[in-house]
């Protein structure tokens, strides 16, 4: 049977690079984000190079309207959602918490925390209805160990590891695994939009290691998603071999 997959954030990185796995597997995608080109371009491209269908959705996961508006008028076909993936989000800004700005904070809280809060009470009716469903949340190595000038970062995704925890305690009777994947340092788009755009600064995060591709964050949400309906992976931390935690990566040079 035809299996879908829901990915919040896929114009870029993780989402992206899960959209592709998951397609070149058979799944059909519903795909989501801001960038409309960008997210057009990665449905036209999967569904060419994959013949699966599909379904790209324009919306702003801080927006309680736009997630109901976009998620509760999905079409009959696409409400059977298998595995949901929240993994839109960001930081920014690498500040002291004296000095970061009130509005980064908000953005971070109301995206990384709030957004996932929204789609998956948006989406969850669809699993609760078929009695059967996967939430994937991507949380971070942020989530475990709190760094400095990391303040409210670390708090959003420390806040995706309790809700986590939570939402696999209380969605047992409906049959849903709830897997949270906590990534250490991977080379996308993260660190040009935490540093507003700074070229320089991004590319100094990934230097002097080897860190996590997109595709290593991929094969893992694919791994998860795809065990026996018995088994769920609960909570997963995934670093490159340089990095042992969020507060420590061994840089040569
Ligand atoms: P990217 O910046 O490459 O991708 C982020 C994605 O999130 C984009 O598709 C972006 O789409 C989407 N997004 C951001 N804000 C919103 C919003 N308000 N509404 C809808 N979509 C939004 O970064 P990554 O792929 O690295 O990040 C993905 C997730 O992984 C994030 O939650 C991040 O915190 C987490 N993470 C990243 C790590 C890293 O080192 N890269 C490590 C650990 C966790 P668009 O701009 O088009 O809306
Ligand atoms: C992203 C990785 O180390 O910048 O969550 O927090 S880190």
């Given at each position: 049977m035809e299996k879908i997959i829901m990915i919040t954030?896929?114009?870029?990185?993780f989402g992206k690079a899960i959209a592709e796995k998951f397609a070149a597997n058979g799944w059909n995608c519903i795909i989501t984000g801001r960038r409309k080109e960008r997210l057009q371009e990665v449905a036209d491209t999967l569904s060419e190079q994959f013949n699966v269908s599909v379904l790209p959705l324009v919306f702003d996961v801080q927006s309680k309207e736009q997630v109901f508006k976009h998620i509760n008028n999905l079409h009959h076909g696409w409400q059977n959602i298998d595995v949901l993936v929240n993994n839109a989000g960001l930081a920014l800004g690498r500040d002291s918490f004296d000095t970061a700005s009130l509005e980064d904070w908000e953005t971070m809280i109301d995206t990384n925390v709030k957004g996932l809060l929204y789609v998956s009470k948006a989406v969850l009716p669809f699993m609760i209805a078929k009695h059967k469903g996967h939430i994937i949340n991507i949380g971070s190595t942020a989530a475990k160990e709190v760094y400095m000038n990391g303040n409210v970062y670390c708090a959003s995704k420390s806040a995706v590891d309790a809700i986590s925890k939570a939402q696999r305690m209380d969605l047992l009777p409906h049959k849903i695994k709830v897997t949270a994947v906590h990534p250490g340092a991977?080379?996308?788009?993260f660190s040009i939009v935490r540093f507003k755009g700074d070229d320089a600064k991004a590319k100094a995060v990934y230097a002097g290691y080897e860190p996590l591709h997109a595709t290593d964050i991929a094969d893992v949400c694919y791994y998860c998603a795809t065990?026996?309906?018995?088994?769920?992976?609960n909570d997963l931390v995934i670093t490159c071999t340089?990095?042992?935690?969020?507060l420590y990566t061994f840089k040569e040079g």
């Open positions: 954030g896929a114009t870029s990185g991977v080379d996308t788009e065990l026996p309906e018995h088994v769920c992976i340089a990095q042992a935690n969020s």
